[in-house]
């Protein structure tokens, strides 16, 4: 069986059971959660999250892009979030590659030339945090008054937050 037919056949388990339809589009806590794609976050589950509480965008190194501030963007005015997190994680792929050298994997692998694209990759963890913290903030009047952006480091081996402040 394919992984695409796993899928659609616990997909199909799920909605026989599906009892959650008709919520609101917006989230019932006015939260957003900016976080990885990486297989070994579920952030529903390390932060107690159930169908429809909040917002969660995913990227490759949960990274501030300009993509996820205009989801952040749409998740504020439309849908009432006031809340954000960013959540990046320990062991995370983003940190150990470089732009220069994800730019030859894929030419290596098909020829192309993706050097055009930024993979905003980072050295340093919590500095990291704190560049798509402060990217998120740097929003300013087009969040409304009064939003609040923290960001934090999960632990792959505990499953833990660890909170990261502002530079020493």
């Known amino acids: 069986m394919s992984e695409i037919s796993a899928l659609l056949e616990a997909n199909r388990a799920f909605a026989a059971s599906h009892d959650v339809g008709g919520r609101p589009m917006a989230p019932r806590r006015p939260l957003a959660i900016l976080t990885c794609i990486d297989a070994r976050l579920h952030p529903e589950e390390f932060l107690g999250l159930e169908i429809g509480d909040a917002h969660v965008l995913r990227n490759a190194g949960g990274r501030a892009s300009d993509d996820a501030l205009r989801s952040l963007i749409v998740s504020s005015w439309l849908l009432g979030t006031r809340e954000f997190l960013v959540i990046h994680h320990t062991d995370c792929g983003m940190a150990i590659f470089t732009d220069d ?7 290596d692998g098909t020829g192309g030339d993706v050097s055009s694209i930024d993979f905003l990759t980072f050295s340093d963890l919590d500095e990291g ?3 798509d913290v402060e990217r998120v903030r740097g929003l300013g009047d087009k969040l409304p008054e009064g939003a609040s952006v923290a960001g934090y480091v999960y632990d ?3 499953g833990a937050l660890r909170e990261v402040g502002p530079a020493a």
């Open 101 to 107: 050298a994800l730019v030859q994997i894929v030419k």
């Open 129 to 131: 945090v704190r560049e």
């Open 156 to 158: 792959v081996e505990t």
